[in-house]
């Protein structure tokens, strides 16, 4: 059988996870703090059919192999700045950097967002600053406690939050957790625009309000980073691709099935 047929096979395999991914980020498009993601690959094993040869400066000074296609290797993250927009919605916030905004999920799970788009929940006649499935986004003292009789919230750059109540008392809230990780492309990403530490990630560094994380913008959210005409070149590229893959395996078809037909 020839190498051709499972060669090419493998590429048609690795292009249809390329056009996976990139369908992915143009899905993600309009996303809040989605982060675009690049399919990586590297090639399989060669088949040496005859190794170099050199004595006394003569000989063959090349090898002569033959690849056996290719295989996904990794899917990239790249957590660069999307466009930030301006809403005017108190509780809509952009981090304009590097960081995240810690939230506890069901169980205390510790997850981490980019994505800015906060509400407010009562409970028990108490104002609390959730993430849209309803996850308490964290701060330096707990779970976001704003009270009632709120009549405006303030958060600076720093992530300090303020209220003042309808009496035009001003109450110190505390300050956003924002966390940075040594690797964050490393982190498990677990759908709903939300990530996880792992091994690869690092654990999270608290940046204790200190800039290193970038600096909180209120009434902005921060978009997906996907760049729409980059993806369509990428789609084109990878449908081109599959198209080449797929004739090579014609080719091979049909040079299989000349030598079938050979008469004596």
């Known amino acids: 059988m020839m190498r051709a047929l499972w060669t090419a096979s493998t590429g048609m395999s690795a292009q249809q996870l390329n056009v996976d991914n990139i369908a992915n980020n143009l899905a993600n498009v309009n996303t809040i703090g989605y982060k675009k993601t690049r399919a990586e690959f590297k090639d399989l094993l060669y088949e040496s059919l005859e190794r170099e040869t050199i004595r006394n400066g003569e000989g063959k000074p ?41 939230v506890l999920g069901p169980n205390d799970e510790e997850l981490y967002t980019k994505d800015g788009s906060f509400k407010l929940s009562v409970d028990d006649d108490s104002n609390r600053l959730v993430t849209s499935d309803g996850y308490y986004v964290q701060s330096d003292v707990g779970e976001i406690d704003l009270g009632n009789d709120i009549s405006q919230i303030s958060i600076d750059e ?40 792992t091994g690869a990630s690092g654990e999270p560094i608290d940046t204790d309000n200190d800039g290193s994380g970038g600096t909180i913008l209120q009434g902005f959210l921060e978009y997906s980073n996907v760049q729409i005409v980059e993806e369509m070149v990428k789609l084109i590229q990878a449908q081109r691709a599959y198209e080449i893959n797929s004739k090579s395996i014609q080719t091979a078809d049909e040079m299989l099935n000349t030598a079938n037909n050979l008469r004596r």
């Open 62 to 102: 090349v090898n002569l192999q033959i690849g056996h296609g290719v295989r996904a290797a990794a899917i990239s993250r790249f957590f660069t700045t999307g466009n930030l927009e301006q809403t005017g919605n108190p509780t809509d916030l952009a981090i304009d950097g590097q960081g995240f905004f810690f």
């Open 158 to 197: 720093a992530g300090i939050i303020t209220v003042k109540r309808g009496d035009d008392t001003i109450e110190e809230i505390g300050s956003l957790t924002i966390v940075t990780f040594a690797n964050p492309a490393g982190m498990e990403s677990v759908g709903r625009n939300f990530y996880k530490e």
